[in-house]
Protein backbone atom coordinates (compact mmCIF):
# COMPACT_ATOMS: atom_id res chain seq x y z
CA UNK A 1 0.00 0.00 0.00
CA UNK A 2 2.92 1.59 -0.44
CA UNK A 3 3.24 5.06 -3.42
CA UNK A 4 2.51 8.16 -4.33
CA UNK A 5 -0.98 9.50 -4.42
CA UNK A 6 -3.12 8.69 -7.36
CA UNK A 7 -5.79 11.23 -6.62
CA UNK A 8 -5.57 13.91 -4.46
CA UNK A 9 -8.38 16.54 -3.54
CA UNK A 10 -8.08 19.44 -1.38
CA UNK A 11 -10.91 21.71 -0.17
CA UNK A 12 -13.37 20.49 -2.71
CA UNK A 13 -16.60 22.05 -2.42
CA UNK A 14 -19.18 20.89 -5.37
CA UNK A 15 -22.48 22.78 -5.38
CA UNK A 16 -25.72 22.53 -7.77
CA UNK A 17 -28.05 25.49 -7.60
CA UNK A 18 -25.95 27.06 -5.20
CA UNK A 19 -27.12 24.27 -2.52
CA UNK A 20 -23.45 22.20 -1.54
CA UNK A 21 -23.56 18.86 -2.11
CA UNK A 22 -19.92 18.25 -1.01
CA UNK A 23 -18.05 20.22 1.67
CA UNK A 24 -14.27 20.89 1.93
CA UNK A 25 -13.75 17.47 0.84
CA UNK A 26 -9.64 16.46 1.48
CA UNK A 27 -8.57 12.96 0.33
CA UNK A 28 -6.13 11.22 -0.62
CA UNK A 29 -6.26 7.45 -3.10
CA UNK A 30 -2.42 6.13 -2.63
CA UNK A 31 -1.59 4.39 -6.09
CA UNK A 32 -2.22 0.11 -5.94
CA UNK A 33 -5.21 0.45 -3.65
CA UNK A 34 -9.33 -0.26 -3.61
CA UNK A 35 -10.77 2.42 -2.15
CA UNK A 36 -14.74 1.91 -0.91
CA UNK A 37 -16.92 4.91 -0.77
CA UNK A 38 -19.45 4.46 1.21
CA UNK A 39 -22.39 7.13 2.94
CA UNK A 40 -26.15 7.34 2.45
CA UNK A 41 -28.48 7.80 -0.70
CA UNK A 42 -27.75 11.51 -1.90
CA UNK A 43 -24.29 11.96 0.33
CA UNK A 44 -22.53 13.47 -2.74
CA UNK A 45 -20.72 10.12 -3.68
CA UNK A 46 -21.97 10.01 -7.82
CA UNK A 47 -21.00 13.99 -7.27
CA UNK A 48 -17.36 13.02 -5.79
CA UNK A 49 -16.60 10.84 -9.06
CA UNK A 50 -17.91 12.69 -11.51
CA UNK A 51 -15.64 15.74 -9.75
CA UNK A 52 -12.33 13.98 -10.40
CA UNK A 53 -13.50 12.93 -13.80
CA UNK A 54 -14.29 16.97 -14.63
CA UNK A 55 -18.10 16.02 -15.40
CA UNK A 56 -19.19 18.39 -12.54
CA UNK A 57 -17.14 21.78 -12.08
CA UNK A 58 -16.25 22.42 -8.03
CA UNK A 59 -16.83 25.64 -6.32
CA UNK A 60 -13.50 25.48 -5.38
CA UNK A 61 -10.67 23.37 -4.08
CA UNK A 62 -7.82 20.79 -6.27
CA UNK A 63 -8.00 17.77 -7.69
CA UNK A 64 -5.12 16.03 -9.00
CA UNK A 65 -4.83 12.87 -10.42
CA UNK A 66 -1.07 11.55 -10.52
CA UNK A 67 0.22 15.30 -9.32
CA UNK A 68 -2.09 16.83 -12.71
CA UNK A 69 -5.58 18.30 -13.33
CA UNK A 70 -7.14 15.40 -14.74
CA UNK A 71 -7.43 17.14 -18.31
CA UNK A 72 -3.95 16.40 -18.59
CA UNK A 73 -4.36 12.52 -17.51
CA UNK A 74 -7.46 11.97 -19.16
CA UNK A 75 -6.15 8.43 -20.74
CA UNK A 76 -5.11 7.30 -17.51
CA UNK A 77 -8.37 7.00 -16.11
CA UNK A 78 -10.92 4.91 -16.39
CA UNK A 79 -15.48 5.72 -16.05
CA UNK A 80 -17.89 3.12 -14.70
CA UNK A 81 -20.62 5.05 -14.66
CA UNK A 82 -23.62 4.33 -12.29
CA UNK A 83 -25.75 1.59 -14.72
CA UNK A 84 -28.82 3.27 -13.77
CA UNK A 85 -27.54 6.82 -15.39
CA UNK A 86 -27.00 5.17 -18.55
CA UNK A 87 -30.04 5.55 -21.52
CA UNK A 88 -29.60 1.99 -22.07
CA UNK A 89 -32.03 2.28 -25.06
CA UNK A 90 -29.51 3.48 -27.13
CA UNK A 91 -29.24 1.14 -30.19
CA UNK A 92 -26.11 -0.45 -29.86
CA UNK A 93 -24.43 -3.68 -29.51
CA UNK A 94 -21.63 -4.70 -26.57
CA UNK A 95 -18.96 -5.21 -28.86
CA UNK A 96 -19.48 -1.39 -29.88
CA UNK A 97 -19.99 -0.19 -26.23
CA UNK A 98 -16.89 -1.83 -24.93
CA UNK A 99 -14.97 -1.14 -28.80
CA UNK A 100 -15.32 2.53 -27.31
CA UNK A 101 -12.91 1.94 -24.32
CA UNK A 102 -10.44 1.55 -26.83
CA UNK A 103 -10.96 5.29 -28.83
CA UNK A 104 -8.04 6.92 -26.17
CA UNK A 105 -5.43 5.28 -28.31
CA UNK A 106 -7.20 5.74 -31.53
CA UNK A 107 -7.81 9.46 -31.83
CA UNK A 108 -11.22 10.36 -32.92
CA UNK A 109 -11.55 9.57 -36.87
CA UNK A 110 -9.62 6.61 -36.68
CA UNK A 111 -11.94 3.51 -37.27
CA UNK A 112 -11.25 0.72 -34.72
CA UNK A 113 -8.87 -1.94 -36.15
CA UNK A 114 -8.03 -5.70 -36.30
CA UNK A 115 -6.35 -5.02 -32.49
CA UNK A 116 -8.97 -3.14 -31.12
CA UNK A 117 -11.26 -5.87 -32.11
CA UNK A 118 -9.25 -8.51 -30.38
CA UNK A 119 -8.99 -6.20 -27.52
CA UNK A 120 -12.57 -6.10 -26.97
CA UNK A 121 -13.37 -9.56 -27.75
CA UNK A 122 -10.82 -11.05 -24.83
CA UNK A 123 -11.98 -8.34 -22.23
CA UNK A 124 -15.50 -9.67 -23.12
CA UNK A 125 -14.59 -13.17 -22.89
CA UNK A 126 -12.71 -12.21 -19.09
CA UNK A 127 -16.09 -10.72 -17.68
CA UNK A 128 -18.08 -13.97 -19.56
CA UNK A 129 -20.43 -12.28 -21.62
CA UNK A 130 -18.48 -13.65 -25.24
CA UNK A 131 -22.38 -15.49 -26.23
CA UNK A 132 -23.57 -11.84 -26.25
CA UNK A 133 -21.45 -10.01 -28.07
CA UNK A 134 -23.33 -8.68 -30.84
CA UNK A 135 -26.73 -8.53 -28.40
CA UNK A 136 -28.32 -5.22 -28.12
CA UNK A 137 -27.40 -3.37 -24.73
CA UNK A 138 -31.65 -2.77 -24.59
CA UNK A 139 -31.76 -6.60 -24.52
CA UNK A 140 -29.10 -7.40 -21.28
CA UNK A 141 -29.84 -8.22 -17.51
CA UNK A 142 -29.05 -5.70 -14.84
CA UNK A 143 -25.55 -7.89 -14.36
CA UNK A 144 -24.73 -8.06 -18.18
CA UNK A 145 -24.91 -4.77 -18.66
CA UNK A 146 -22.88 -3.86 -15.62
CA UNK A 147 -20.21 -6.58 -17.22
CA UNK A 148 -20.59 -4.95 -20.55
CA UNK A 149 -19.27 -1.87 -18.62
CA UNK A 150 -15.96 -3.86 -16.57
CA UNK A 151 -15.45 -4.87 -20.44
CA UNK A 152 -15.26 -1.15 -21.31
CA UNK A 153 -13.03 -0.40 -18.55
CA UNK A 154 -10.58 -3.11 -19.29
CA UNK A 155 -9.67 -2.24 -23.11
CA UNK A 156 -8.99 1.18 -21.87
CA UNK A 157 -5.86 -0.21 -19.99
CA UNK A 158 -6.58 3.09 -18.06
CA UNK A 159 -4.28 3.30 -14.07
CA UNK A 160 -6.85 4.76 -12.01
CA UNK A 161 -10.74 3.42 -12.45
CA UNK A 162 -13.56 5.03 -10.93
CA UNK A 163 -16.65 2.76 -10.58
CA UNK A 164 -20.30 3.97 -9.43
CA UNK A 165 -21.85 0.92 -7.79
CA UNK A 166 -20.85 -1.82 -9.99
CA UNK A 167 -22.51 -4.23 -7.97
CA UNK A 168 -26.15 -2.68 -8.61
CA UNK A 169 -28.28 -5.41 -9.68
CA UNK A 170 -25.96 -7.91 -10.20
CA UNK A 171 -26.19 -11.16 -9.25
CA UNK A 172 -24.13 -12.63 -6.27
CA UNK A 173 -21.91 -15.22 -9.40
CA UNK A 174 -21.55 -11.73 -11.33
CA UNK A 175 -20.45 -10.02 -8.17
CA UNK A 176 -17.65 -13.01 -7.13
CA UNK A 177 -16.49 -12.44 -10.95
CA UNK A 178 -16.35 -9.04 -10.81
CA UNK A 179 -14.59 -8.49 -7.46
CA UNK A 180 -11.92 -11.59 -9.06
CA UNK A 181 -11.66 -8.98 -11.93
CA UNK A 182 -10.64 -6.19 -9.25
CA UNK A 183 -8.34 -8.14 -7.22
CA UNK A 184 -6.42 -8.81 -10.36
CA UNK A 185 -6.72 -5.05 -11.47
CA UNK A 186 -5.25 -4.26 -8.35
CA UNK A 187 -2.59 -6.88 -8.87
CA UNK A 188 -1.33 -5.07 -11.23
CA UNK A 189 -0.79 -1.92 -9.53
CA UNK A 190 -4.00 -0.13 -10.43
CA UNK A 191 -6.12 1.96 -8.01
CA UNK A 192 -9.75 1.53 -7.86
CA UNK A 193 -12.35 3.71 -6.61
CA UNK A 194 -15.66 2.28 -5.78
CA UNK A 195 -18.74 3.85 -4.80
CA UNK A 196 -20.50 0.88 -2.71
CA UNK A 197 -23.27 0.93 -0.45
CA UNK A 198 -23.19 -3.03 0.83
CA UNK A 199 -21.61 -2.27 4.47
CA UNK A 200 -21.40 -5.95 5.30
CA UNK A 201 -19.08 -6.55 2.50
CA UNK A 202 -16.79 -3.18 2.98
CA UNK A 203 -13.85 -5.03 4.57
CA UNK A 204 -13.73 -7.72 2.40
CA UNK A 205 -13.46 -5.50 -0.67
CA UNK A 206 -11.52 -2.70 0.42
CA UNK A 207 -7.83 -1.59 1.91
CA UNK A 208 -9.60 1.58 2.54
CA UNK A 209 -12.50 3.41 2.83
CA UNK A 210 -13.68 7.01 2.86
CA UNK A 211 -17.15 7.15 4.74
CA UNK A 212 -18.92 10.26 3.10
CA UNK A 213 -22.11 12.55 3.97
CA UNK A 214 -21.48 15.66 2.06
CA UNK A 215 -18.01 16.01 4.39
CA UNK A 216 -15.64 13.43 4.58
CA UNK A 217 -16.40 11.63 7.80
CA UNK A 218 -13.12 9.60 7.93
CA UNK A 219 -10.83 7.90 5.45
CA UNK A 220 -8.41 5.35 5.78
CA UNK A 221 -7.55 1.74 6.38
CA UNK A 222 -10.72 -0.70 6.63
CA UNK A 223 -9.58 -2.21 9.82
CA UNK A 224 -9.11 1.56 11.63
CA UNK A 225 -11.55 3.94 10.24
CA UNK A 226 -14.91 1.16 9.59
CA UNK A 227 -16.34 1.11 12.83
CA UNK A 228 -20.07 1.26 13.98
CA UNK A 229 -19.55 4.76 15.45
CA UNK A 230 -17.96 6.29 12.17
CA UNK A 231 -21.55 4.77 10.93
CA UNK A 232 -23.70 6.17 13.06
CA UNK A 233 -21.98 9.36 11.99
CA UNK A 234 -22.13 9.11 8.55
CA UNK A 235 -25.87 7.85 8.15
CA UNK A 236 -26.95 9.19 11.47
CA UNK A 237 -28.42 7.68 14.99
CA UNK A 238 -31.79 6.95 13.66
CA UNK A 239 -30.88 3.58 12.57
CA UNK A 240 -29.34 0.32 13.35
CA UNK A 241 -26.30 0.02 11.54
CA UNK A 242 -24.36 -2.06 13.72
CA UNK A 243 -21.48 -4.64 11.60
CA UNK A 244 -22.57 -7.16 13.28
CA UNK A 245 -25.61 -9.44 12.47
N1 LIG B 1 -27.38 17.27 -11.81
C1 LIG B 1 -27.85 17.58 -10.60
N2 LIG B 1 -28.55 18.73 -10.40
C2 LIG B 1 -29.02 19.06 -9.18
N3 LIG B 1 -28.85 18.31 -8.07
C3 LIG B 1 -28.17 17.15 -8.22
C4 LIG B 1 -27.64 16.72 -9.47
N4 LIG B 1 -27.01 15.54 -9.30
C5 LIG B 1 -27.15 15.24 -7.99
N5 LIG B 1 -27.82 16.20 -7.33
C6 LIG B 1 -28.12 16.22 -5.89
O1 LIG B 1 -26.87 16.21 -5.21
C7 LIG B 1 -26.93 15.37 -4.09
C8 LIG B 1 -25.85 14.29 -4.19
O2 LIG B 1 -26.17 13.44 -5.26
P1 LIG B 1 -25.25 12.22 -5.67
O3 LIG B 1 -23.85 12.66 -5.80
O4 LIG B 1 -25.89 11.56 -6.84
O5 LIG B 1 -25.39 11.28 -4.35
P2 LIG B 1 -25.14 9.71 -4.17
O6 LIG B 1 -24.41 9.22 -5.37
O7 LIG B 1 -24.34 9.62 -2.90
O8 LIG B 1 -26.50 9.09 -4.00
C9 LIG B 1 -28.34 14.82 -4.01
O9 LIG B 1 -29.07 15.63 -3.12
C10 LIG B 1 -28.84 14.98 -5.41
O10 LIG B 1 -30.24 15.15 -5.43
MG1 LIG C 1 -24.84 7.75 -6.76
Redesign the pocket.
Known amino acids: MSGDAAIRIRDLT ?1 A ?2 E ?1 P ?2 WDIDLDVPSGTIMG ?1 V ?12 SIMGI ?1 EPAGGEILVFGKPFSAQRKRVGYVP ?1 RTSVDWDFPTTVLDVVLMGTYGSLGWFRRPGRDQINAALHAIERVGMSDYVDRQISELSGGQQQRTFLARALVQQAEIYLM ?2 PFQGVDARTERAIVEILREMRRLGRTLVI ?1 HHDLQTVSHYFDLVTL ?1 N ?1 RVIATGPVGDVFHDENLRKTYGGGQEFSLRR
Open positions: VYHAVLIGPNGSGKSTLIKVQDEVLI
